[in-house]
């Protein structure tokens, strides 16, 4: 299966889903990484680990739709069955959704739908909540919001700072990520309305 990773940032999970493949857990192959960020870290992840990747300046483009036209075209030439959003910054639009139709993943580093956008660790964290988590889910047409593939807890302990909340929560992004992927992959996700049942 021929997959694309977009990410603007870091690219941890990026990695994380590339060495699963490595690994031969996964049965696909990264195609693409696509950033719209120039300096993304991801994009020197890309080079360490042999994947292709294609910065995309969206500044090129006129409007979101513009660039989002402009991406699908290339999925579609590399013939792309599954695009992983890891830590990609720009909003995708309606249009970008319906094209790919429970064919785009994200992770959120928070239980859904508690803590939607930005900084979810950290404002887990500073809400005083005792649980928080990560959460890979289908993208549909509002933000951090589509049908739940997996779900886990990261406890907040007491005492913990909120750098040790951020590296768990991270290290169980790097299991989650890749283990969604192998599902989909493996055709055992099934999706009916917000429900997502693993075969
Ligand atoms: C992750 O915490 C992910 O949940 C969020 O953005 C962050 C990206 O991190 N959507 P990285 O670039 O994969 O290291």
Known sequence: MNIA??????????????????????????????????KAFAR???????????????????????FDKAVIGILRKEKIELVALAGFMRII???????????????????????????????????GSKITGVTVHFVDEKIDHGPVILQEIVAIKKGMSLKQLTTAVHRLEHILYPRAIKLFTEKRLKIKGRHVKVC
């Not at 020197?44 to 513009?66: C, F, S, W």
């Open 93 to 127: 639009t309606p249009y970008f959704v319906r094209q790919y139709k429970y064919k785009i993943m994200n992770i959120h580093p928070a239980i859904l739908p508690a803590f939607r956008g930005e900084h979810a660790i950290e404002r887990a964290f500073a809400y």
């Open 44 to 66: 020197i992840r890309a080079k360490r680990l042999g994947i292709r990747d294609l910065y995309i300046n969206p500044q090129d483009y006129q409007t979101r739709l513009d």
């Open 5 to 38: 990773i977009f990410a603007s940032g870091s690219g941890s999970n990026f990695e994380a889903i590339a060495k699963a493949i490595k690994r031969g857990n996964i049965k696909g192959q990264i195609v693409l990484l696509i950033t719209d960020k120039e």
